[in-house]
């Protein structure tokens, strides 16, 4: 397989284009995702018969083809962006509501205590304590999350709406690998960079959990 | 609702269809490529993931490099490496079992690494005092103590896999994507909605297989304290 370069070095403009819809297409979702996740995952660690259920439809939606979910919310939304950000955002409820109920579960019962016996009442005690203490968890979620989207989103191309897809899939029906190579390529840079970005946001939002690997 | 109506009864008429159940583009056909593409990639992947997982996550050493490959590997885009294979080896059953192998190696692996890490060092000690090897205590401790989430893994690995490779119709390839792509090609929406719930069932009872499977070969001392998941 011959790599053209020239072509890459002409193309830098658009693929930076295509990139930037790329990450917003794969992102947003991620974003809409957490929004319906925590108040979700609050609401099944209160009501515990509420978990199975969700976990269940979770799973089920998840399991059903991205293609063929971009294809169901065609006949609602027309082609255009939100056909592929709708089926992104159900997906990621599937890696992210378990992680949110499993993050809040890590808070220990003394620390949940403490914060009761200092008077917190359980908005205050939930966004103050338990949420910080499940961020490292729900993170995780998010990072599985983010990198899986960003891979994801490529198949939207089938419908007109996939980023850097665009490149694999004309890269395909033009028989260039460079394109396909290059697409994927920054694809997975992309995923990369977002990953590593989160670690940060992590390290930023937990500065208990360095203070603690210093003096231990 | 008039709408959901509307589309259950189409599905319903084009499953009961007598062309739906005979021939080359039959659902017995194309459910059993789809099967063979997925039953082959999730057995490369398993014995790929499950060797990786089982060796790091007993010596302890190399888990910061297993969770940046799995990290790397979930990242690359599975539509943009089947159609690079195809467009560079040609069209065959290889492209698709190579990209959905790497798809569902990730899960696997973790769960693997992460099940056997967290094995209590306790359990461990105590085989080791009854004088077992490091075998004896990775296959008779550590891995009947990991089965929850290895299984788990597996579970993952294999609804993706089973979502995913209706790609593989993409290129020209057969499985229950067929109907999906075809369908989308000529606007022929009965098409796509009957295959993709073919699909959601199979994924379904995947799913029901490895609840059974738990079920049967995880130890009841580890199903009576544990959380289901």
Redesign the interface.
């Given at each position: 397989m011959e790599i053209d370069w020239g072509w890459i070095g002409e193309h830098v403009p658009d693929l930076t284009d295509r990139g930037v819809i790329h990450l917003r297409l794969s992102l947003l979702p991620v974003v809409f995702g957490l929004v319906i996740s925590l108040p979700l995952g609050v609401l099944c660690r209160r009501f515990g018969w509420l978990y199975p259920p969700t976990l269940t439809i979770a799973n089920v939606l998840y399991a059903i083809p991205s293609l063929a979910l971009y294809m169901v919310f065609i006949q609602y939304t027309g082609v255009n962006a939100s056909t592929v950000m709708i089926p992104l955002t159900l997906y990621s409820l599937s890696v992210l509501v378990p992680n949110v109920v499993d993050g809040l579960g890590s808070v220990p019962d003394p620390v949940r205590q403490a914060a009761t016996a200092m008077g917190f009442g359980t908005l205050r005690r939930l966004v103050q304590v338990e949420l910080p203490i499940a961020v490292p968890v729900v993170i995780a979620g998010v990072r599985v999350a983010s990198v899986s989207s960003i891979s994801l989103v490529s198949v939207g191309q089938l419908i007109g709406q996939g980023g850097l897809g665009y490149d694999i899939i004309r890269g395909f029906q033009l028989d260039f690998p460079t394109q396909i190579l290059a697409g994927s390529l920054l694809i997975i840079v992309l995923a990369l960079v977002v990953d590593a970005i989160l670690v940060l946001v992590q390290r930023l939002l937990t500065p208990w959990a360095r203070a603690r690997g210093r003096t231990a | 609702m008039n709408?959901l109506w509307n589309q259950i009864e189409l599905v319903s008429e084009w499953l009961s269809a007598s062309a739906q159940w005979h021939g080359d583009d039959g659902i017995p056909h194309r459910l059993l490529q789809h099967l063979h593409y997925s039953g082959l990639s999730l057995l490369f992947a398993a014995l790929i993931g499950l060797a990786f997982g089982l060796l790091v996550g007993h010596t302890g050493r190399g888990g910061f490099l297993v969770a940046s490959l799995a990290?790397?590997a979930?990242?690359?885009?599975?539509?943009?490496?089947i159609?690079?294979v195809?467009?560079?080896a040609g069209l065959g059953v290889t492209p698709v079992l190579v990209a959905l192998t790497a798809l569902a190696i990730p899960p696997i692996l973790v769960n693997t690494f992460e099940g056997i890490r967290g094995v209590d060092a306790d359990a461990k000690d105590a085989a080791q005092g009854m004088g077992m090897t490091g075998w004896g205590v990775l296959w008779r401790v550590e891995a009947p103590m990991a089965l929850p989430l290895i299984l788990l893994g597996l579970r993952t690995a294999a609804?993706q896999i089973?979502?995913?490779a209706?790609?593989a119709a993409?290129?020209g390839l057969g499985g229950l994507?067929r109907y999906?792509?075809d369908?989308?090609a000529r606007n022929d929406?009965e098409l796509?909605?009957g295959?993709?719930v073919v699909?959601?069932v199979l994924?379904?009872v995947?799913?029901l297989v490895f609840a059974l499977l738990r079920r049967l070969v995880v130890s009841r001392g580890l199903l009576g304290s544990s959380r289901?998941s």
């Open positions: - | 709408d990290n790397i979930r990242a690359v885009p599975t539509i943009g490496l159609l690079l195809v467009t560079v609804i089973v979502a995913t209706t790609i993409y290129p994507g999906i792509v369908g989308l929406y796509v909605i295959g993709t699909v959601v994924a379904v995947v799913q289901p």
